[in-house]
DNA sequence: CCTACCGATCGGTAGG
DNA sequence: CCTACCGATCGGTAGG
């Protein structure tokens, strides 16, 4: 977004225009990140090209460029993006915090089976986000972070335990790896796994085992 | 492996040569295949070049390619020699039946955290193999489907019930899920989470909520 | 936003 | 196993 270059004969203004610019820039952005987000799906970042995402948005491959620079700051976008979306239909804009979360989690696992393509990019990109030096890796790095202190609470507050205890930790990791594993067995063959069952199993038996123990 | 050329003066037989060809030529194919393994899991299939295989070694990438014919079957060899290679200790060469393999799970999750390499491997292998037409795809479909069978079996004796039960099914891909999404989580910071107690909780608590319910 | 271009890299092949 | 090469593709830039 720094130090963009302008076009030669800038189309700002002028009376005939139906739209704003920025607003028709704002929305090429947008068609540009889908078309993002299903070629890293299809391909992966690092195999996906600039010119089949260009091609499908109907510009050339300079085209993306002009809107986000590098690659790898279109990639950065298109995670955050991608983030945004996943929560803008619920209240505050938010997953729910404490013994709620686990439910939300359950239900999107379940909106999930009916957005494929949303994710196979997921799965697709955190996967290459652990090789070495690749642009996403902070990325997920953070979110999972930020995603095992959030369920860490959850899980105490359906089990009546501290945050700091050991196996809400180790649950916490487990319920995200359950989520990111049954993703990729599901990809691979959507008949042989119903992802929000499994999930619903997994974290109905840790909480009631940490309810007991 | 088929139709390969020989090289020009073929250095079978000759008295003074300490070692028969085959058996150099085989221990050459492993040396190339740990070195794939250490490219593919820093770079990615599709990113990891045979040249930086081939320097690894200590040749051109000419020359693996004489030896695997092409990049993809270097790929397809690669993933058979690492499942050989985790069993390789196991009486039988295989892993255990019933039962049992719940702990085997549990003990290959702690051994794979002394070995970071490998495991960086097949995650990054397997995150790209849920892209379009993967050489690799096929590959972990069966792996998959070979180990819910036996994960649900294990899951059946362990809490009396039936292999067709739809929560053993339910399990059996569970406990997939959570040692495919740890390694993720493991990976990107090895401080954030304890493989093998994470998924040592997670199959104790649907074992226990299986046995109940 | 495009055209035109660059340097770099890649997998694979020919031929020995 | 190597040298030498090919065609293809890629991300990025100049300049308008």
Redesign the interface.
């Known amino acids: 977004m720094t130090e963009q270059k302008t076009w030669p004969a800038p189309p700002t203004s002028g009376a005939g225009r139906a739209q704003r610019p920025q607003q028709r820039s704002g929305r090429r952005r947008a068609e540009i990140l889908q078309a993002a987000m299903a070629v890293f799906?299809?391909?992966?970042y690092?195999?996906g090209s600039l010119t089949e995402i260009a091609e499908r948005v109907g510009m050339t491959h300079a085209g993306v460029l002009h809107h986000f620079g590098t690659k790898e700051q279109l990639l950065i976008a298109l995670l955050e993006y991608r983030d945004e979306e996943d929560v803008v239909d619920l209240e505050g804009h938010h997953a729910p915090r404490g013994a709620a979360l686990l439910d939300h989690l359950v239900a999107t696992a379940a909106k999930n089976m009916e957005r494929p393509g949303i994710v196979?990019a997921y799965?697709?990109?955190?996967?290459?986000?652990?090789?070495?030096q690749h642009p996403a890796?902070e990325f997920?790095?953070d979110r999972?972070?930020g995603l095992?202190a959030m369920i860490a609470e959850a899980l105490a507050e359906a089990t009546d335990r501290k945050v700091g205890d050991?196996?809400i930790s180790?649950?916490a990791?487990?319920v995200?790896?359950?989520?990111?594993?049954?993703q990729?067995?599901w990809?691979?063959?959507p008949h042989?796994?119903?992802m929000s069952?499994?999930?619903s199993?997994?974290i109905?038996?840790?909480v009631?085992?940490?309810r007991r123990s």
Chains 1, 2 share one sequence.
Not at 41 to 44: A, I, L, S
């Open positions: 799906g299809e391909r992966g690092a195999n196979q799965s697709v990109l955190v996967g290459e986000a652990v090789t070495d890796r997920f790095t999972f972070a095992r050991g196996d180790a649950a990791s487990a995200i790896g359950v989520m990111d594993g049954l990729l067995q990809l691979l063959n042989s796994t119903d069952s499994a999930l199993l997994t109905d038996a840790l009631a085992r940490l």
